[in-house]
């Protein structure tokens, strides 16, 4: 889950993963997607370029929604 804010500057980053991250995986370069979205500080630059989805990750260990429901709880 990427930050609504950045950690230090408090910038609004989080609307911009999604057309990030589609960018990025369609081939296009970090550095041009990062600048056409307007993320010009080396802060917000190095949440996008670093975060990695833990959650999916995680997720492929749960063995069922009974046990999903438990660890939210």
Known sequence: MIP????TCGK???DKWEAFK???SEGEE??????DLS???YCCRRIFISHV???EELLKY???S????NMIT
């Open 4 to 7: 609504v804010r950045c950690f």
């Open 12 to 14: 609004v980053i989080g």
């Open 22 to 24: 589609k960018r990025v």
């Open 30 to 35: 970090t550095k041009k997607v990062l600048d």
């Open 39 to 41: 993320i010009e500080r």
């Open 53 to 55: 989805e833990v959650m």
């Open 62 to 64: 749960v063995k069922n």
């Open 66 to 69: 009974k046990n999903t429901k």
